[in-house]
């Protein structure tokens, strides 16, 4: 008996004692946002020192961007589902050769020579690029620096990894080469990655003799000075200034084993624009001659990333949104959004790793998201359209900083 009481208030005690802890663990909106704040405002202080030391500094960084994104996007309506200009395009040259055939005829897939031959160029994608890019930054004590940007154009998503071993080997892009006579497919597949390295920018930006000098694929010119080399490197996730509260909507700062780790995550949302680029889709070509259908798809691709990025231009400053009001609602993980009334979302996570007895910055992970709503099917079952927001642009770089021993230097390059 006394063993069974000392059970019974054992669990009690327990109970207690978890409802305490959970009570404990609950957290108002005001004291979420004022804890985020307290922390930016103490990792501030630190960043102060961190930041003026980054731009004293002699160091150098080299690292690699890749962008994932689908061209594609479009928003929709009720009656028109979304994120399928590509499909629409597409399909829009496939239809134009389907085979005149019966309804049960066609329930087996029965393709015309034309629609085979459109299949065999392995094209048939969603709209999804990638982007590849490299920085090289060098600073010496004097101030000088110097930054070379590396920057492909956007490539299909399924001629990516090609692409890269043929940028990182020479012998795999004579592989691509000399399979190119094999199939109209691998030749477009073969010319497209080779006009993407043949057609790569580099610009160069370095301090020389108190002025700026910048050289894009090897045309040279002075142009104004620009003082502090830390500036071109914020938009890679370098912060110029103080982290700000404003937007922030995670943060976190605290010891590993060898350095600090401090993580800011910001969201800013755009309202809709009153209106939006159309989207001009290139003519069909009358003829099924793969050089036809291969110019049709480059142009398709050229025309997807041009509007892209006029659509993308829409949201700016303008369209902020700084109130949740109607927009959303909830905090933490608990954010409910009214996409019918968000035109856009950008997310960013910066990870900075410092040395906070040095006050050295070591590395930088810096993430970046765009989402927006778009109309699709609610389900398999259920073909009407409803709103769902979805990634469809990210960007993903590591900056590892590196300095010189004692008594070492880096020589800052030349410009040639």
């Known amino acids: 008996m006394k063993k069974k009481i000392l059970i019974i208030i054992a669990t009690v005690m327990t109970v207690c004692i978890l409802a305490t802890m959970f009570a404990g663990c609950s957290q108002s909106e005001e004291e979420f946002f004022t804890e985020i704040k307290d922390g930016v405002e103490e990792f501030n202080t630190k960043y102060v020192d ?74 048939e994608s969603n709209g999804w690029y990638d982007q590849y890019a490299t920085v090289k930054y060098y600073q010496n004590n004097s101030g000088d620096f110097y930054i070379e940007m590396t920057v492909y154009a956007p490539v299909w998503e399924n001629f990516y990894e090609d692409f890269r071993a043929a940028l990182e080997d020479s012998e795999k892009l004579a592989e691509l080469e000399t399979s190119a006579a094999e199939s109209d497919a691998n030749k477009y597949r073969y010319d497209t990655i080779k006009a993407t390295i043949d057609g790569v920018t580099v610009t160069e930006v370095r301090t020389k003799d108190g002025a700026t000098v910048m050289s894009v694929n090897s045309e040279t010119a002075s142009v104004g000075l620009i003082a502090d080399g830390i500036e071109l490197l914020e938009q890679y996730g370098v912060h110029d200034a103080e982290f700000s509260s404003d937007d922030l909507v995670g943060f976190s700062d605290g010891n590993k084993i060898y350095t600090h780790v401090m993580q800011a995550q910001y969201r800013t949302v755009y309202g809709l624009p009153e209106t939006t680029p159309e989207f001009d889709a290139p003519t069909v070509p009358t003829t099924s001659d793969p050089a036809a259908v291969q110019e049709y798809l480059s142009a398709l691709d050229e025309e997807l990333w041009i509007w892209q990025s006029e659509l993308n231009a829409y949201f700016d400053d303008s369209l902020r949104i700084a109130e949740k009001g109607d927009y959303w609602e909830g905090f933490g993980e608990d954010i409910i ?42 389900n398999a079952i259920d073909a009407t359209f409803e709103l769902k927001a979805d990634v469809f642009d990210n960007t993903h770089l590591v900056i590892d900083f590196v300095y010189p021993e004692e008594g070492e230097e880096f020589a800052v390059p030349n410009i040639d």
């Open 50 to 123: 961190i930041l003026a030391n980054l731009k004293e500094a002699q160091f150098s960084a080299e690292f690699s961007i890749e962008r994932h994104f689908n061209a594609a996007m479009d928003r929709g309506t009720t009656e028109s589902k979304g994120w399928d200009q590509f499909e629409k395009a597409y399909n829009k040259l496939y239809d134009s050769y389907a085979p005149d055939n019966n309804f049960i005829e066609d329930l087996f897939g029965n393709k015309s020579e034309e629609q085979e031959a459109i299949d065999a160029l392995g094209m």
């Open 337 to 378: 959004y009214d996409w019918n009334k968000i035109g856009a979302m950008d997310t960013a996570r910066y990870t900075y790793d410092y040395n906070n007895k040095h006050k050295r910055l070591e590395q930088i992970d810096f993430y970046t998201e765009r989402i927006m709503p778009y109309y699709t099917e609610k």
